[in-house]
């Protein structure tokens, strides 16, 4: 009996330490900024460095790869937890084969960006690249979202609140 009070104390506070662990460094185990693995893919595509004014001053690096606004579809591609622009280089060189706009988005805290990311903000940030792609004269329907990992969950709530032209 001793040894099973023992063995239960003992998974207890195992558990509990790591519910603290977890508390404490959810920030940390949700967002990634610094994690860099693909770095070592050319860029196959030119793009523009522009800059997604959001709230408090905070301007979101973001990259547009232009080809015709009124010819073809602009993806708006939300990216993951890790890493910054230069990480989806893979991926845009695949997408910029296609007859499609892209711009892309970094988050708060990523790619050298002011800020940090919280659930609202980055849903707040999707709809600032949202009214930055329609000051470039384009409307929902001409706007597909995608996303990836984290940017999954913010392009579905994006169209849950509208109609694009895909997701």
């Known amino acids: 009996m001793k040894y099973l009070y023992l063995t239960l104390s003992s998974i207890i506070l195992v558990y509990f330490v790591i519910i603290l662990f977890v508390y404490f460094y959810q920030r940390n185990l949700l967002y990634n900024p610094s ?41 708006l591609f939300f990216h993951g937890n890790a890493g910054n622009l230069f990480n989806r280089v893979y991926k845009l060189n695949e997408l910029t084969k296609l007859d499609l706009n892209i711009l892309i988005i970094s988050w708060r805290g990523f790619s050298g960006n002011e800020g940090r990311p ?3 903000t980055l849903y707040h940030d999707a709809e600032e690249a ?19 990992s984290l940017g999954t969950g913010v392009a579905t709530e994006l169209a849950s609140k509208n109609n694009f032209g895909g997701i």
Do not use: M, P, R
């Open 35 to 75: 994690e860099n693995n693909y770095l070592n893919d050319k860029i196959s595509f030119n793009y523009k460095e522009i800059f997604i004014e959001t709230d408090k001053n905070i301007e979101l690096k973001s990259w547009f790869i232009e080809k015709d606004l009124k010819k073809f579809k602009t993806i």
């Open 118 to 120: 919280t659930e609202k």
């Open 130 to 148: 949202v009214k930055w792609l329609k000051a470039q004269g384009l409307d929902n329907k001409n706007i597909i979202l995608y996303g990836e």
